[in-house]
């Protein structure tokens, strides 16, 4: 079951590639780069100007306000699993 991770949204290196900015459980950032098709956003995204967005997770385990979510693509920190909380997931 897919759900959406709130995150902000960049032009990327190439066409149809955005890049992409969240914060984890512990106000950690993350970044990657995403096609268009695991991302939901409004407006036109620039360097100056980045829109706010979600991008696509599948979530796994969960504890308390803490779920473990797995991105699309790897992260540039962490590898593809991540730790958010889940007020974060719509």
């Known amino acids: 079951m897919e759900k959406w991770l709130d995150c902000t949204i960049s032009p990327g290196q190439f066409t149809g590639e955005f890049a992409v900015q969240g914060k ?28 706010q967005g979600f991008i696509r997770v599948i979530p796994g385990a ?3 306000d ?17 730790t958010v909380k889940i007020d974060q997931v719509k």
């Open 24 to 51: 984890m459980f512990d106000a950690t950032e993350f970044s990657l780069f995403a096609p268009k098709e695991d991302l939901k956003f409004s407006g036109k995204p620039s360097w100056d100007k980045p829109v």
């Open 66 to 82: 803490l779920l473990l979510v797995s991105l699309p693509r790897p992260t540039f920190e962490n590898g593809r699993t991540i």
């Open 62 to 64: 969960s504890e308390g």
